[in-house]
Nanobody
Framework: QVQLVESGGGSVQAGGSLRLSCVAS????????MGWFRQAPGKEREGVAV???????TYADSVKGRFTISQDNAKNTLYLEMNSLKPEDTAMYYC???????????????????WGQGTQVTVSS
């Protein structure tokens, strides 16, 4: 098992930036895939970006070129650098992880058994 704790959310104006952090209770080196998801009120949780053990990354089309996912195994931390934020990025952002290569690493919430509590991001126009 692993516990995940997100931080770094807040309120910013459109065009601004935020960096989210997700600290894991055990070494991130042993995870096969970690990712960021978001959920806006009244909408389903959607994948934002994922980071695989071999360093491959996958992004949702809506954030490509604006968001960057990275992982620091020495700090057991996953990051999401968010630039050029838009009001439509407003949501609760969640960190997720799994340890199983057979599950793959892609933008589906169904492959992740471990989740953090979330951190709120609000972007005003």
């Amino acid at each position: 098992q692993v516990q995940l704790v997100e931080s770094g959310g807040g309120s910013v104006q459109a065009g601004g930036s935020l960096r989210l952090s997700c600290v894991a209770s055990r070494t991130t080196y042993r995870t096969y895939c970690m990712g960021w998801f978001r959920q806006a009120p009244g909408k389903e949780r959607e994948g934002v970006a994922v980071f695989a053990r071999d360093g491959r990354t996958t992004y949702a089309d809506s954030v490509k070129g604006r968001f960057t996912i990275s992982q620091d195994n020495a700090k057991n931390t996953l990051y999401l650098e968010m630039n050029s934020l838009k009001p439509e990025d407003t949501a609760m952002y969640y960190c997720a992880a799994h340890f199983y290569s057979y599950s793959g690493c892609y933008l589906s919430r169904n492959i992740f058994p471990y989740w953090g509590q979330g951190t709120q991001v609000t972007v005003s126009s």
